[in-house]
């Protein structure tokens, strides 16, 4: 159920528009949502409707031109890039489809990197969100000795090592197989659990959509209950 404190993550009348030819182009449009501590959202919605968009906004990593995106009580869209990425790093797991891996770390250093950016490294935890990814036999690898798959877990472990607040999903299982598709969904539930985290994430799967306990829909940049 939830929570009836503060929301952990809230869009309220966000708008985002991206140059065209023939003038901006609204992606989204007055797109207002609020995630709470321990409640999971699917979005789902056809390609091109936005969804990327709207993570990218509730992380921080962009703004929106109309609207406000406040995440753990902060007012991203009233702060500089720095302001936000300060925010970000604190608060937020993101899971995008760039792994965005740092070449030069191994995989249990790239696990353990945003933990200890955040203050929060668990050795404890890295252990065993190592294991529950299947990452045990290759912690001394690095990126390019991976397969997409791998490291896709490996974005997946580093996201959740810092025990965010608010955990940002973009397709999380979009390049493995159901079987590891599944595990990774259970590990993100049992987090979600664990922590209280909130957990926001974009889905084409109407499978894994319906294990969550919310499901919205964009379409042509507006958001549709389903």
């Known amino acids: 159920m939830p929570s009836m404190t503060a929301p952990v993550l809230d869009l309220s009348g966000v708008t985002k528009r991206y140059p065209g030819a023939e003038g901006p182009l609204p992606v989204l449009s007055s797109v207002s949502l609020c995630l ?5 959202l699917a979005l ?54 760039q792994f965005n891996l740092v070449p030069s770390l191994t995989v249990a250093a790239n696990v353990a990197i945003q933990a200890r950016l955040a203050g929060r490294h668990d050795p404890a935890l890295d252990s065993r969100l190592i294991d ?7 912690t001394a690898r690095y990126p390019e000795q991976l397969s997409g798959g791998q490291q896709q877990r490996v974005a997946i472990a580093r996201a959740l090592a810092a025990r965010p607040d608010v955990i940002l ?9 159901e079987a590891t598709g599944d595990a990774v969904l259970d590990l ?3 987090l979600v659990t664990e922590t209280g985290a909130g957990l926001l994430m974009v889905t084409h799967s109407e499978r894994l959509a319906a294990r969550l306990s919310r499901r919205l829909s964009l379409s042509r940049g507006r958001l549709e209950a389903s």
């Not at 529950?132 to 290759?138: I, T």
């Open 132 to 138: 529950r990814l299947g990452l045990s036999d290759l």
């Open 169 to 177: 999903a973009d397709e999380p299982t979009g390049n493995l197989d």
């Open 36 to 40: 709470a501590a321990g409640e999971t």
């Open 188 to 190: 993100l539930l049992d």
């Open 44 to 97: 789902t919605g056809e390609s091109g409707s936005g969804k990327s968009t709207l993570l990218h906004l509730a992380g921080g990593l962009d703004a929106p031109d109309e609207g406000r995106v406040t995440l753990m009580g902060h007012d991203l869209a009233a702060l500089n890039d720095a302001g936000r990425a300060k925010v970000r790093g604190r608060h937020a797991g993101l899971i995008f489809q």
